[in-house]
């Protein structure tokens, strides 16, 4: 295992292919050796090979891909966890894809619980901050699409009436702003959730608190805002996720 290892790593190197002989040298193996790896790699497709030079192959690239998606989700929950400590609220994350809500990731604490999903928070977008501040982000048509799919539905007495409402609420969304939703989606609970663009895709991270700490709300959303600003380039934040 160790020295297909090897060879794969070798192989990795060359972005243009490499023969044999000089995979054999670079990976310290003799050539007969090699030539059997090679070709068992190869046959399993994680490589393959044109006129003679190796490349990798579908296997070892779904391997990479898995392997860099796993980092981004260590990455994002990593730093999710740190803004968790340092604001002393749960903190979520969140993405629109394929034209559904996705919450990603979640971090809190005992001390301070995540709101429960009671309802499918798929469903219920028009409801909370998450799914407020992801739909602010669409076009008119992939928010009319979505709520034709979703329709608004009472929640709790404070949930927004009617799609009408909803939507002229969305519009009015200051494009940076944190949205803010006080007990839309869960008695007693407030949240507030900040956008994150990039590309063509949607996504957001939000903070709730219970509503006896509704004034902790506001400013530690800013605070969770400037510690995106300083952040988002180094962490890469996925929204490829």
């Known amino acids: 295992m160790q020295r297909a290892m090897r060879l794969l790593e070798c192989v990795a190197h060359h972005e243009h292919g490499a023969p044999a002989k000089q995979l054999a040298r670079e990976a310290g193996l003799a050539l007969p050796t090699a030539y059997h790896l090679l070709r ?6 994680y490589l393959r090979r044109e006129k003679g030079l190796f490349f990798l192959g ?8 898995s392997g860099a998606q796993q980092k981004r989700r260590s990455t994002v929950s990593e730093a999710l966890a740190q803004w968790r400590d340092s ?9 629109y894809r394929a034209g559904e809500i996705e919450l990603q990731c979640v971090a809190d604490t005992p001390g301070n619980p995540a709101v429960e999903e009671w309802a499918d928070f798929r469903e219920t977008g028009h409801a909370h901050a998450i799914g407020q501040c992801l739909l602010s982000q669409l ?15 009472s ?10 409402a909803l939507l002229q609420r969305l519009q009015s969304t200051g494009r940076m702003q944190p949205v ?17 663009t990039a590309g063509t895709t ?12 509704a004034d902790r709300l506001l400013p530690a959303a800013r605070r969770l805002q400037s510690e995106i600003g300083r952040l988002l380039g180094t962490l890469a934040i996925s929204i490829t996720i």
């Open 155 to 164: 929640i709790t007495p404070y949930t927004v009436r009617d799609g009408h």
């Open 180 to 196: 803010i939703e006080r007990q839309e989606y869960a008695l007693g609970t407030v949240c507030a959730a900040i956008p994150i």
């Open 139 to 153: 076009d008119e048509e992939d928010r009319r699409d979505h709520l034709d799919r979703h329709p608004v539905q």
């Open 202 to 213: 949607a996504a957001t991270m939000a903070i709730s608190l219970p509503l006896r700490q």
């Open 87 to 95: 604001i002393g609220v749960p903190v979520y994350y969140a993405v």
């Open 58 to 65: 579908e296997a070892a690239e779904l391997l990479s891909s």
């Open 40 to 45: 068992t790699l190869a046959h399993e497709g």
